[in-house]
């Protein structure tokens, strides 16, 4: 795997320097959020996305691509956080831990080449995966907007200002992003006005140092590992999910390819350091990504200076951040679960397949009353794959013809004979016909488990016990191959005459 090719991070200086401080200026508010989200200090999403960022760029298999913390691994991440707390544990320790084992678990998918299992991930099931993503970034916002809290008028309001010019003002001008315009105005608002609403800072404090490397401080146990591999699990399969489909996005806008494996592997490197310098998991970003392509970023060093900008803001600016109301993080978060949200899928739902409606469907739902992307995407790809089998097994054609004398019947086989189709294949024959000679042609038919072996053995035996001689004929040769390893019901061919027919 070569690891560094001049060409990808040359000949666009300027304008990938550009992107990647409008990137690091959009990453702020949303590396805190998504560190609220997980139930831990700001600090530990705004490490970990500079670290993501500088490590993806140098590992990634996708030029241009931004990584950092994300909503997908955070929501993740909570449940973790907060049943480890609630029994007395430290939860943040847990989750570098389970970070660390996350990044072990994506070099693995990596070396078995996960990224070619994609191709069984319909595009039902990332739809519906992408939807359940932006319902959940939303969910995770109500405990903010809860009419418990003193000020909550101010708060709505705050909130209603921030979505305001997060949408109105990319229609006068998209020079600088209009969630940075939010923050500047409405932490502007709130600190003249006084007006006592929770800032960021009321979450914990902000770093003002480089973050130093250490283990997570959790025993070393099987106890810890079953604690925590569950959730390592979830982590990198959604990572890479993600990943994978923002790579497909970035390929599109940009008309260039890019290696999925590689960054299977890059993100593994990325989430597995980050872990041990205080920083959560995370993985590649939509929005992000495309904010970067559309501002001019393509090479490897618009990620990389992404990185670096987000690091001198953070270490510059962080009493200023602290100031931020909660208030406009989560107008940013809600913008970003609607443009998250792939609206045409609902525009459409009349037009594709009630299958794939179905499994976009089941995808989302799982998600949302799991909270958990892994067994939505899962439950997705399942049943996909059971209506992928009806449909197959409906494609099973059997035409009869019977000779002049109303002696010897033949019958045609096309289609796919497996343990779906097993049903249609065995209703097709006539055993009660009163002919001497039946021939069963398989030429354009293939034989391909057990089930279909024990259907045909039951076919020609049924017609023996009424009296009429069987022949199987034009067998391919993997289906002879099954035949003759399985079949009991004409031992005394051998696998050559069966497949000679």
């Keep these: 795997m070569q690891l560094f090719k001049l060409k990808e991070w040359t000949g666009n200086y300027q304008k990938d320097l550009l992107a990647g401080v409008l990137v690091a200026l959009a990453l702020i508010p949303e590396a805190i959020s998504f560190s609220i989200i997980a139930g831990v200090d700001p600090k530990v999403g705004l490490y970990a996305s500079f670290i993501i960022a500088i490590i993806t760029a140098i590992f990634g298999g996708r030029p241009g691509m931004i990584s950092a913390a994300t909503a997908a691994t955070a929501l993740l991440m909570y449940p973790l956080v907060s049943s480890v707390t609630k029994s007395g544990g430290d939860g943040l320790q847990y989750l570098l831990a389970a970070s660390i084992l996350a990044g072990i678990l994506q070099l693995f998918w990596a070396a078995i080449k996960l990224a070619k299992q994609l191709k069984f991930v319909s595009r039902a099931v990332m739809i519906g995966f992408v939807n359940a993503l932006a319902i959940l970034i939303f969910m995770a916002?109500?405990?903010?907007?809860?009419?418990?809290?003193?000020n909550w008028i101010m708060i709505y309001a705050m909130v209603a200002a921030a979505l305001a010019i997060i949408y109105l003002l990319p229609r006068l001008t998209t020079v600088i992003p209009s969630p940075l315009v939010a923050i500047i105005v409405v932490t502007v608002f709130a600190v003249f006005t006084n007006t006592g609403v929770p800032t960021v800072g009321d979450r914990g404090e902000l770093p003002s140092t480089l973050p130093s490397f250490g283990i997570p401080q959790v025993p070393f146990t099987f106890e810890t590992l079953?604690?925590?591999?569950?959730?390592?699990?979830?982590?990198?399969?959604?990572?890479?999910?993600?990943?994978?489909?923002?790579?497909?996005?970035?390929?599109?806008?940009?008309?260039?390819?890019?290696?999925?494996?590689?960054?299977?592997?890059?993100?593994?490197?990325?989430?597995?350091?980050?872990?041990?310098?205080?920083?959560?998991?995370?993985?590649?970003?939509?929005?992000?990504?495309?904010?970067?392509?559309?501002?001019?970023?393509?090479?490897?060093?618009?990620?990389?200076?992404?990185?670096?900008?987000?690091?001198?803001?953070?270490?510059?600016?962080?009493?200023?951040?602290?100031?931020?109301?909660?208030?406009?993080?989560?107008?940013?978060?809600?913008?970003?679960?609607?443009?998250?949200?792939?609206?045409?899928?609902l525009r459409q739902i009349r037009k594709i397949p009630r299958s794939e409606t179905a499994v976009m469907i089941t995808t989302v739902v799982m998600t949302v009353f799991s909270h958990n992307l892994a067994i939505g995407v899962l439950s997705g790809v399942a049943l996909n794959a059971l209506l992928f089998s009806r449909k197959i097994a409906q494609l099973v054609f059997v035409d009869s013809l019977i000779d002049s004398q109303g002696e010897k019947r033949t019958y045609n086989i096309a289609g796919q004979i497996f343990f779906v189709s097993v049903n249609e294949f065995l209703n097709a024959f006539d055993f009660k016909e009163n002919v001497d000679f039946v021939k069963i042609d398989l030429t354009h038919a293939h034989l391909w488990d057990q089930s279909a072996i024990a259907v045909l053995d039951k076919v020609v035996i049924n017609f023996r016990r009424n009296g009429a001689e069987v022949e199987v004929v034009g067998l391919n040769e993997a289906s002879a191959t099954l035949v003759d390893k399985l079949a009991v019901h004409d031992k005394s061919d051998s696998l050559e005459d069966l497949a000679s027919h």
């Design 226 to 345: 079953q604690i925590i591999f569950p959730y390592a699990v979830a982590i990198s399969l959604v990572g890479l999910l993600e990943s994978f489909l923002t790579a497909n996005v970035v390929d599109d806008l940009t008309d260039t390819s890019s290696n999925k494996n590689k960054e299977a592997f890059g993100q593994g490197i990325a989430n597995f350091v980050s872990g041990f310098f205080g920083g959560m998991a995370g993985c590649a970003m939509i929005g992000q990504s495309v904010i970067n392509i559309k501002s001019g970023g393509r090479t490897r060093l618009s990620t990389l200076s992404a990185g670096v900008f987000l690091l001198l803001l953070m270490l510059f600016l962080g009493t200023q951040v602290e100031k931020i109301p909660m208030a406009v993080l989560v107008a940013i978060m809600i913008m970003v679960s609607i443009g998250t949200f792939n609206w045409s899928s």
């Design 141 to 150: 916002q109500l405990p903010e907007l809860s009419f418990a809290e003193p």
